[in-house]
Every structure is written in C-alpha cells, then in structure tokens.
C-alpha cells in the first residue's frame, strides 16, 4: 500500500482517486473548497463532479495541501492546465523530499507553447522532482467511476518510473495500463485531441452527419501527427490509445466537455456563453491557441486548428468556418501520410 496525494477534486481527479483506492493505496485527495472536503470526508461522495458515486473511504479529502503532501512520494496532478504553475508553486514550498508527479491533464499552455511535463520541470526546484510521468489517453471520468473498462497509456523520460506508476494504476478487473516511451507523442496528442473535439461538435450543432464527422476526426488526426512529428513525436503513437484511441472517445461522447462545448457553438451560442456555462474547463479552447502558435512558429499546416482559431478568437462564422475547409485546394491523402511518417 502507498500513501498516495491526487491533487485536484475535479471529476478525473476523484475518478483516479476511486481506482487508487480500488487498488488498496491510502489516497489523499486534496482540493481547495472546503465544504467540497468536507462532503468527501462525511458523506464519501462528490455529487458536483460525479453525482450518483460513493467514494470510497480509502479517499481521504484534504484542504490543507502541506497536510496532503506528508508522507507522500506520489502526487497525482489532476488540476486544469491553467492552474498547473500555482499548485505547483505552493507544491514546493510545502515538499521536503523528492516527488514522483504524474501529471494527468491534458494541454498545452498557450504563449510559452510548453507542454504539462516541460512546466513541471520548470517549476520544480531539482531537489524536490524525482520523476515526471504523464498518464493520458481514451477516459471519462464518468465511466471509470463506475468501474467500465479502460484503457490509458503512461509514459516518461525515465521508463522505470513509468512501470512504476503503471503498477500503482493498474487494476485487472478495468483500468488497464500500458507504456509508452514517446513522452512528446503522449503529450501532444492528449492536448490536440481536444482541439478537433470542439471542431466535431460544432459539426453535429451545425446538423451535418457521421460523414462530416468521420472526415474531421480523419484529417484531424493527420494534423495531430503533423504538429506532433515536427516536434520529435513518433508518429506511430497517433495511432495508438492517446492518438486515435483519445480522439474517438473525445470526438463522440456527450461526456465530453469539449464536444459538449463545440456542440453550443455550432448552434448559434458565443464562446463566453459556452464557457460560463459549462460548470468545467474546456481545455480545448487554450489548447487551440497553444497549437496555432506551434504551427505558425513549426511551419506546419493545420488547417483544422486555423479555422477553429478563427471561429473561437477571431469571431469567424461557424458554418463559414466549415465551408473554408471544403474549399482548399487539392491534394493527395497518401502523400500526406507518407510525409508525416517521415
């Protein structure tokens, strides 16, 4: 058994937490609202996030973050992106030994175009970071609070740790793990995914069919690698459950906030409307930026994320958005992958 910090009370956070748990490890989960905590600790649910669930109480809710982090050489980063810098701050000042983080979110920061490992790294003092590993790929948290199998990919520069955090998760009955070395391909595309989320679901808000969808999640894929390889990504781990796996199960879900998020906006609703009333962070939207940015600087095309730059910052017509993509210019599909396996 390990004592085990998940930070972060949101639903993927708790929704670990159950699995942790499930697995036999001491979890404590720390968030900051305290009558959140409080609802953890007396009641053993977490009805915002995951209403209809009974935690169990091997789930220990912690308000007071240097109290969460006691003991503890695993913390499990389960906060929005845009949060990841200033719980991370307050992480150093509070750890005294070396931290394994496994980072869970998924994104890109927009301006400094940084991936969730890379701002880790940069903002934990050496003395205080073991190992960075990211966990990532096709999972709701809905479903695997209610123990639906799943499958997820865990990847690191430093490949025992991975194996490590691969046991710590892994519960035969349906969370399974997998490795994978290629850190940047893991990263890049649990981050881009989201991107051609918002785009799919602003689609289905539009009325198109399973044909407009299925083309998107396509040639969304193309552009996930494209940006990904550029990068020193391996392009055949697009293929796999944070590529393709990710994509099909973020792309078709109503359990995804994104999709969700893309579907408003493709019935006429504007972005701030979306966005105050989701009641979660949409990752895709500072994700989409983050990427424009990459491909402007990478000179890579991806028109899919240009579009929907336009639509979701630029204030571009949705149905116009749509139809630009339509009227490029011709090309081969086969050349295009050749070009992005090379």
């Not at 003395?127 to 790929?137: C, F, P």
Request: charged share 20%; hydrophobic share 40%; net charge negative.
């Amino acid at each position: 058994m390990e004592q085990v910090a998940v930070l972060g009370a949101g639903s993927w956070g708790t929704a670990l937490s159950i699995v942790l748990a499930d697995n036999g490890h001491a979890v404590r989960l720390w968030g900051h609202r305290k009558e959140q905590i409080d609802e953890i600790n007396e009641k053993h649910t977490n009805e915002q996030y995951l209403p209809g669930i009974q935690l169990p109480e091997a789930i220990v809710g912690f308000f007071d973050l240097q109290k969460a982090l006691e003991g503890v050489e695993v913390v499990v980063l389960a906060v929005p992106t845009k949060a990841i810098r200033e719980v991370l701050q307050k992480v150093r000042q509070c750890a005294k030994e070396p931290l394994t983080i496994v980072s869970v979110s998924k994104g890109i920061e927009p301006d400094t175009n940084k991936r969730i490992s890379e701002i880790i790294e940069e903002e934990m003092p050496a003395h205080l970071l073991k190992d960075v590993v990211v966990l990532s790929g096709p999972s709701h948290a809905e479903e695997v609070s209610l123990r639906h199998p799943t499958t997820v990919t865990v990847s690191s520069k430093n490949m025992e740790a991975a194996e490590k955090i691969q046991d710590l998760f892994m519960n035969h009955q349906y969370f399974r793990v997998y490795t994978n070395p290629d850190l940047i391909g893991v990263e890049i595309g649990g981050a881009l995914k989201n991107i051609i989320a918002l785009a799919a679901g602003i689609t289905d808000g539009l009325g198109y069919g399973d044909n407009a969808k299925a083309a998107l999640m396509t040639r969304g894929l193309a552009e996930m690698a494209r940006l990904g390889s550029k990068l020193g990504a391996n392009p055949l781990t697009f293929a796999g459950l944070t590529g393709i796996g990710d994509l099909i199960v973020t792309c078709t879900s109503v359990h995804s906030r994104n999709w969700r998020a893309g579907n408003l906006l493709g019935k006429g609703h504007c972005l701030d409307e979306v966005l105050a009333n989701m009641g979660m962070v949409v990752e895709g939207v500072r994700t989409t930026k983050a990427a424009y940015q990459l491909a402007q600087k990478m000179q890579v095309e991806m028109p899919i994320t240009n579009v929907l730059y336009d639509v979701l910052f630029n204030g571009k017509d949705v149905k116009s958005a749509v139809d630009s993509l339509m009227a490029r210019g011709k090309t081969s599909e086969l050349e295009d992958l050749v070009n992005i396996s090379l």
